[in-house]
């Protein structure tokens, strides 16, 4: 195998760098956008309103239900038919928020019913207002058992980010494939990729398992007493 020169190393580097910049704004962008997504559809699934409730319902099934690259590629490539034309860094977020706020919804969900059904009654006894007794009652309460499920799947996110390199946009795997097309050194490039995704998701990862530890602990140490 032909070994590289220093200026096709740095070459490279410069690449994947900017396609890790790219992986990372999408991450971010569409993980704002799942979990904004996530709490309004998760609060739907739970109201007493039943249109609410079965729409939101829906929603998740059918987000959950379907393939992420197909909904990647009916954005792009089938709204345009209708006259909805988006870019591609606005379609890998649009879709991969939506498909990511389905499976957060229903963490949101579970977390908010594992609430004791106690303190509700309570506050409605109370009178107390349902928008702040959710606000300062309910979720701070739920809130340490939808944060582990919720990092894992930010990480998730992250490593599906790889999926819009099929929209051409310039992402980490993209940019990996790109270089394989110019420089060839097929298996060292697609060594450096997975390195990359390594190195991107495992401070996630190790965030997430040390909170779980730290929860856990607490909640044995405090059932002790």
């Not at 996530?38 to 939101?56: K, M, N, T, W, Y």
């Not at 379907?66 to 879709?95: C, D, E, K, N, W």
């Not at 980490?172 to 060594?191: A, N, V």
Request: with cysteine; charged share 15%.
């Amino acid at each position: 195998m032909r070994l590289m020169d220093t200026e096709q190393l740095e070459f490279i580097a410069r690449q994947l760098l900017k396609g890790i910049g790219v992986t990372l704004q999408i991450t971010l962008l569409a993980a704002l956008l799942a979990l904004a997504l996530a709490f309004i559809v998760a609060l739907l699934r739970l109201s007493p309103f039943r249109p609410l409730s079965v729409g939101a319902r829906v929603y998740i099934e059918f987000f959950r239900g379907t393939s992420a690259l197909v909904q990647l590629f009916y954005l792009f490539f089938i709204l345009p038919l209708l006259g909805i034309t988006l870019s591609p860094m606005t379609t890998a977020v649009i879709g991969l928020g939506l498909n990511f706020s389905s499976f957060g919804a229903e963490i949101v969900r579970s977390a908010l019913v594992n609430v004791g059904q106690g303190q509700r009654d309570a506050l409605r006894a109370l009178d107390f207002p349902a928008a702040a007794g959710l606000r300062r009652i309910i979720l701070p309460q739920a809130l340490p058992f939808m944060l582990p499920p919720l990092g894992s799947l930010l990480v998730e996110l992250l490593k599906s980010t790889s999926l819009v390199s099929m929209i051409t946009l310039s992402d980490l795997t993209f940019s990996g494939s790109t270089l394989i097309t110019s420089l060839g050194h097929q298996t060292l490039i697609w060594s450096f990729v997975l390195v990359c995704y390594f190195f991107l998701s495992w401070p996630l990862v190790w965030l997430v398992r040390r909170y779980e530890r730290r929860h856990t602990r607490h909640r044995g140490s405090r059932g002790a007493r």
